[in-house]
């Protein structure tokens, strides 16, 4: 069965500076998809940036980076600049391609300091 | 604007009542999904459809029920065959191509039981 793994339960960051959350996943696929969701306190799931396995470059949106390992089954979040608006509960999540279930990381709640 | 929506916001349930939490999106997508949401875990799977008059369960459906008679629809029925209903419930669609995996999520539906 697959896994996912989001071993930090909280975090918090420094206005302006750079937080790596953390996601280790465990498969068997080839063919799979990585995402990280957003949820801020109105508790919309957003979706801040999606990897898919085949690809080696690691995805970038704006301030928002992954470092994905694919033989260490390891799929981190870096926000660099961090900011008040990215204080959140942040999820990690994994689909095999061609499946429809998608399986989520238990969250890492982000605190940003002013 | 395209998106999903769900209602209400908010709803109470007694004991022994049936209650139907709506989804609709107008995003024009094929496949629509039911989340459960627990405090200090992440989304857990309770039915999914592909087409318009077929769904299949996820990991948790027993006490639930779902129908699909329109494409923009997924309604969900929370029966009073689930003992533990309180919790976060969160639509989510996405296109039924290959290769569309991200799931886009509406801003959910608090259930708390009276």
């Known amino acids: 069965a697959q896994t996912v793994t989001q071993s930090q339960p909280e975090m918090s960051v420094q206005e302006a500076e750079t937080v790596t959350l953390s996601c280790t996943y465990d498969t068997s696929e080839s063919d799979y998809y990585l995402f990280w969701y957003k949820q801020p306190p109105s508790r919309q799931m957003i979706l801040v940036i999606r990897?898919?396995?085949?690809?080696?470059q690691n995805a970038t949106e704006n301030r928002f980076s992954v470092n994905f390992q694919k033989a260490a089954k390891s799929f981190s979040l870096k926000i660099s600049d961090s900011q008040l608006g990215d204080a959140a509960m942040y999820f990690c999540?994994?689909?095999?391609?061609?499946?429809?279930?998608?399986?989520f990381g238990t969250g890492t709640k982000l605190q940003v300091i002013p | 604007d395209g998106g999903i929506t769900q209602s209400p916001k908010y709803l109470f349930r007694k004991e022994g009542q049936n209650v139907t939490l709506s989804c609709e999106q107008n995003?024009?997508?094929?496949?629509m999904y039911w989340y459960r949401q627990d405090p200090g875990q992440g989304l857990r799977l309770i039915y999914y459809s592909q087409i318009v008059n077929d769904f299949q369960k996820g990991d948790i459906a027993e006490g639930y029920s779902v129908s699909r008679e329109k494409k923009e629809s997924f309604p969900l029925t929370v029966t009073s065959a689930q003992k533990n209903p309180t919790a976060f419930y969160l639509c989510?669609?996405?296109?039924?191509?290959?290769?569309?995996?991200?799931?886009?999520f509406g801003p959910g539906t608090r259930l708390l039981v009276l």
């Open positions: 995003l024009n997508h094929d496949a």
């Open positions: 990897q898919e396995a085949y690809k080696q």
């Open positions: 989510a669609s996405k296109k039924g191509a290959a290769g569309q995996e991200t799931q886009y």
């Open positions: 999540a994994y689909k095999p391609g061609g499946y429809q279930k998608v399986t």
